[in-house]
């Protein structure tokens, strides 16, 4: 197990993609690789919502703005209480 560990540790200090991405994130290929880098869109979309929410909105009022301003889910969809909740965990 601690091979396995090891292994997945050293792809992702390489910025190596293993499995999914983070949100943010996207997968790009490369030299026979898939490789991690940052996802400007979704980025600046994550950053902001944090800073709603650090305005002191709650997660309903930032899926209502976030429904005015067109911002949606990497699937195209409005976000729900719980993804705005990941959004602003991070």
Same mark, same amino acid.
């Given at each position: ?6 292994? /997945? ?18 997968? /790009? ?13 979704? +980025? ?9 929410? +650090?305005?002191? @909105? ?13 911002? @949606? ?18």
């Amino acid at each position: 197990m601690s091979r396995v560990k090891t292994t /997945v540790e050293s792809r992702r200090t390489r910025g190596l993609c293993i499995g999914n991405t983070s949100l943010g994130e996207t997968k /790009v290929w490369r030299d026979g690789l898939y490789y991690i880098e940052r996802d400007e869109k979704e +980025a600046s979309k994550l950053d902001q919502v944090r800073e709603w929410r +650090a305005q002191g @909105m709650t997660y309903q009022e930032i899926v209502c703005r976030c429904q005015e301003k067109g911002i @949606m889910t990497r699937r195209g969809d409005p976000p729900k209480l719980s993804t705005v909740g990941t959004w602003v965990r991070g």
